[in-house]
């Protein structure tokens, strides 16, 4: 069981996978709250359910799951859709992902949520905050190589995100995502090498 959790959060385009595979490799337990969203509207999802009565059968596809296109669709039509897909998602994957928190078997977790800055609802649960850094220039390249989403789709979704500056005032330790695989490995490993020492130090505190 793990008491020590780093919560890893960046703006999209960031790197915050790469950043959190590199985590694991070294022997860190990965709870990524996004994972943890599609599982819950997958087909037979533990929320499926409740936003089916709650938005109505049209928002559910052929095999059960979340039908993703006809939610964004609902959402831009009705501006109160959203948070009430919120109020559903939100409070059950904050449960499920603390759980997995704190039944992990490593000696930290890395709670990996998206918008952690933005929600607030996270920082009480972490020990640290590792936030994934890099130029909003390089952010907006790398969204639209993968998505073929266009620069100014790219740039509304990061209007919608926390600032870069607000980002980085919440950080704990930052790891610079604009150079090579190699570099960004041995940031991970310096602070991997930090945050074992770290757990080890609270772990003794409660003894």
Known sequence: ?????????????SGKSTVADL????????????????ELTAADGDAM???????????????GALDRA????????DPTARAR???ILHPA?????????RSAQAPYVILAVPLLVESGAYREHCDRIVVVDCPETLQVERVMARSGLSADAVQAIMAAQAGRAER????????????????????????????????????????
């Open 85 to 87: 897909l919120e109020a």
């Open 168 to 207: 980085l005032a919440a950080a704990d330790d930052v790891v610079r995502n604009d150079g090579g695989r190699e570099a960004l490995a041995e940031e991970v490993a310096i602070l991997h090498a930090d945050y074992l020492r770290r757990s080890a130090e609270k772990a003794r505190a409660f003894c």
């Open 1 to 13: 069981m793990s008491d020590y959790v780093v919560g890893l959060t960046g703006g999209i385009g």
């Open 23 to 38: 985590f694991v490799e070294r022997g860190a337990a990965l709870v990524d709250t996004d994972a943890i969203a599609h």
């Open 49 to 63: 359910p409740a936003l089916a009565a709650e938005f109505g059968p049209g928002i559910v596809a052929a095999d």
């Open 93 to 101: 994957i904050r449960r499920l992902s603390l759980a997995r928190c």
């Open 70 to 77: 006809a939610m964004r669709r609902l959402a831009f039509a």
